[in-house]
């Protein structure tokens, strides 16, 4: 649960930063650049990976639904974490602990 709450703290953090340089861009930058066009390309490059850490930090948060079962296959192949709630309450207590 702290790994997880780490992970999700990591990625609030990246977002937020992500959308505040994203908002001074396109708020300050952008009309500054009929007077300095050396500008546009490190601009649209910042953009770019500000744009990507928001997406990869809203994926990295969204959580997976599962259906609470699983095979015993995917459990020896650590497809699943049974450390997370959603994915064990409908396990039967044998298989759990097998795992």
Known sequence: MELSAMADNKANILLGVSTLIV??????LFRHFVEA????????????????TIV????ATKPKV??????????????????????FYKMDLP???WD
């Open 95 to 97: 298989v759990y602990e």
């Open 23 to 28: 908002t001074v861009l396109v708020s300050f």
């Open 66 to 87: 599962s259906k609470g079962t699983f095979t015993t296959e995917q459990i020896s192949r650590r497809e699943v974490n049974l450390l997370f709630f959603g994915n």
């Open 56 to 59: 990869m930090a809203i994926l």
């Open 37 to 52: 066009p050396y500008l546009v390309l490190p601009t649209a490059l910042l953009l770019g990976v500000c744009l990507l």
